[in-house]
């Protein structure tokens, strides 16, 4: 049995993995070449170019999936700009609670007679 790599026929981006028998026929959107880099390493986004496998840099992978959706079930990452407003409006209530406080002694001590 080895491991053969798929790729699709038109864009040539990987799509999966697969074992076959050692004297089976490659299919022909298929190669027994590991997508990975020549370090070892994995590839973003990995790419058949009729002899090896090319991939995406970091930077270039994360700007081409940057508008993407999140897979059901996972968080994202940083606050929404809802969660970040909402946190703003929380601020600025609690600030101005503070201040209708403070209001409130100066109010009770000019009432009470000081000169607070």
């Given at each position: 049995m080895?491991?053969?790599?798929?790729y699709d026929p038109k864009t040539k981006i990987f799509t999966?993995?697969?074992l076959i028998a050692d004297?089976?026929?490659?299919?022909?959107?298929?190669?027994?070449?590991?997508?990975i880099a020549e370090d070892g390493t994995g590839l973003y986004d990995p790419k058949w170019d009729g002899k090896k496998?090319?991939?995406l840099t970091a930077d270039e992978y994360e700007d081409v999936h940057k508008d993407d959706p999140l897979p059901d079930g996972?968080?994202?990452?940083?606050?929404s700009d809802i969660e970040q407003a909402l946190t703003s409006l929380g601020k600025q209530y609690?600030?101005?609670?503070?201040?209708?406080?403070q209001l409130q002694k100066v109010i009770t001590a000019i009432a009470m007679g000081g000169n607070e």
């Amino acid at each position: 049995m080895k491991a053969i790599y798929f790729y699709d026929p038109k864009t040539k981006i990987f799509t999966s993995v697969d074992l076959i028998a050692d004297d089976e026929e490659m299919p022909a959107n298929a190669t027994d070449i590991q997508p990975i880099a020549e370090d070892g390493t994995g590839l973003y986004d990995p790419k058949w170019d009729g002899k090896k496998w090319v991939g995406l840099t970091a930077d270039e992978y994360e700007d081409v999936h940057k508008d993407d959706p999140l897979p059901d079930g996972e968080i994202p990452v940083g606050p929404s700009d809802i969660e970040q407003a909402l946190t703003s409006l929380g601020k600025q209530y609690a600030d101005t609670e503070e201040e209708i406080k403070q209001l409130q002694k100066v109010i009770t001590a000019i009432a009470m007679g000081g000169n607070e």
